[in-house]
């Protein structure tokens, strides 16, 4: 006698214990990628009442208003940092909780193909892959845009899927301008990188139902007005939205896709990091497969059915505009994984179903599913007891201002020597998230940042007193000698 729903159950706790296994171990780690650490950094600057939602805040010789991204992930973890306080665990527990978000919708995704398709597994089989993508555990750990957008971007996709699979009117036009709507979130997250789920009802007609030509149209039209007409009202109501989101255009959108700023590569460099990446949760379904052969299931055969193709090519929508964009940083194309899990899942559905049916003809092998997804929870939970405190970047800095702990007035200004510290981007993002200071490049302030190798510089001048820390190895702080010493 079988028992799917457990074995279901049991599969799926193993597939999110294996996600939290690569997320939780860095959860109290130190030395959060500079991109992370700016964005907490204006999440909190937010809660705390500087800048507005149109003008955000950086620092104030860095940014003051900050249009290098759209707003609206720093309101969205504003949240948290107003109800918790300025805690680096509320940027550490936003990547967790986005990441267990997003596995939810690809389990939705699956299992609502299921009930019309049958397919042979449930949702833990994309889980599972995804849990195996090696850039998962950094985006969600570094607090990257990337790991909001994709809830957004994947939510607008399942949107768009549920209206296409509709047949009452008010379902199809209520799932479609929703799905618009979600789309713009995610573009209000990162940029126009996050227009990518307009394209599924094309994509449905072209690789699952090519009979509803007229539908697939009518639901794409209806994600578009959804978009557009969200968009309208937004710079209606609000007149400092247009400026703002016209200086993100122009500064930031114009200038990386005209190649005036940001990382210049081979177009192929970033389908090198997509197939890197998706290699794992293949190699898994290849496992799978090899192990439902050896059972002698000839369900087993990779499917390239329909689905496979959909997925595929969603996964193909979110990085081929990457890939031909003079700016390539290889985490663009994260939002576009869940949907080449979904494909894998898809192509090898009769090797995961194989798995699913073997654990549910006896209670023992569900058990040991169990067992084995609760010791990697534990493992990940004692992993990240032990690895407390590890600091994983800026090493010179935690030493100098964490570990000797730095005091100085909270929103002071100091200048920095050499004058290129004041753009040191790691140095920057870290002051600001550690003591909300900012960094300028004028001698003359109350405070000034040396590097190691310059103290002799800076004891000639005898302008300043050196206060911190005792035992430098990266930098010194001084303080100008006609102010009391720090305590």
């Known amino acids: ?248 255009f122009s500064q930031q959108f114009v200038a990386s896709v005209s190649g005036a700023r940001g990382k210049a590569g081979s177009h192929f460099g970033i389908l090198r990091v997509v197939a890197r990446e998706v290699v794992v949760p293949f190699v898994v379904g290849v496992v799978a497969w090899g192990a439902a052969r050896s059972w002698g299931r000839r369900a087993a055969v990779p499917n390239v059915g329909p689905r496979f193709w959909f997925y595929l090519l969603m996964g193909l929508s979110g990085s081929l505009p990457v890939a031909i964009s003079p700016k390539q940083m290889m985490w663009y194309v994260f939002p576009s994984f869940p949907f080449y899990c979904l494909a894998i899942a898809a192509l090898f559905e009769g090797s995961f179903g194989a798995i699913e049916d073997a654990c549910s003809t006896t209670v023992l092998r569900r058990r040991v599913v169990w067992v084995v997804g609760g010791a990697v929870l534990l493992g990940a939970l004692s992993w990240m007891i032990v690895a407390k405190g590890t600091v994983l970047r800026g090493k010179a800095f935690h030493h100098d201002f964490v570990a000797q702990r730095l005091s100085i007035p909270e929103r002071a200004i100091l200048s920095v020597y050499p004058p290129e510290m004041a753009r040191d981007w790691v140095l920057v993002a870290y002051m600001q998230r550690q003591f909300k200071a900012s960094l300028s490049d004028s001698i003359g302030h109350e405070y000034l940042l040396v590097k190691v190798d310059q103290q002799t510089y800076v004891d000639s001048l005898h302008a300043y007193e050196r206060v911190h820390p005792p035992n430098p190895t990266g930098y010194v702080l001084y303080i100008k000698r006609d102010l009391p010493a720090l305590p």
């Open 1 to 248: 006698m079988t028992d799917k729903s457990s074995s279901v159950k049991a599969l799926t706790f193993l597939s999110v214990s294996l996600f939290l296994l690569s997320t939780l171990p860095k959860f109290l780690c130190s030395g959060m990628f500079f991109d992370g650490a700016t964005y907490a950094s204006i999440s909190r600057n937010l809660a705390e009442g500087r800048g507005t939602f149109w003008s955000p805040y950086y620092t104030d010789t860095t940014y003051p208003v900050f249009h290098e991204q759209p707003p609206l992930f720093f309101l969205l973890q504003a949240i948290p940092f107003r109800l918790f306080g300025n805690s680096v665990h509320v940027e550490a527990s936003w990547g967790i909780a986005t990441g267990l978000l997003l596995l939810l919708l690809i389990w939705v995704i699956w299992t609502s193909d299921r009930a019309e398709s049958e397919a042979p597994a449930g949702g833990w089989a994309p889980v599972l892959l995804f849990a195996t993508i090696p850039m998962a555990w950094w985006i969600f750990s570094n607090n990257m845009l990337e790991g909001t957008m994709v809830v957004f971007s994947t939510l607008a996709a399942l949107l768009a899927i549920q209206s296409l699979r509709s047949s009452r009117r008010a379902s199809i036009s209520l799932l479609a301008v929703g799905s618009g709507l979600v789309t713009l979130a995610a573009v209000l997250v990162k940029g126009p990188v996050g227009l990518f789920p307009l394209g599924v009802p094309i994509l449905w007609c072209v690789a699952i139902d090519r009979r509803r030509v007229g539908n697939a149209l009518f639901v794409a039209a209806l994600m578009l007005a959804g978009l557009l007409g969200a968009f309208l009202l937004l710079i209606a109501i609000d007149t400092r939205a247009l400026p703002s989101l016209s200086q993100y």
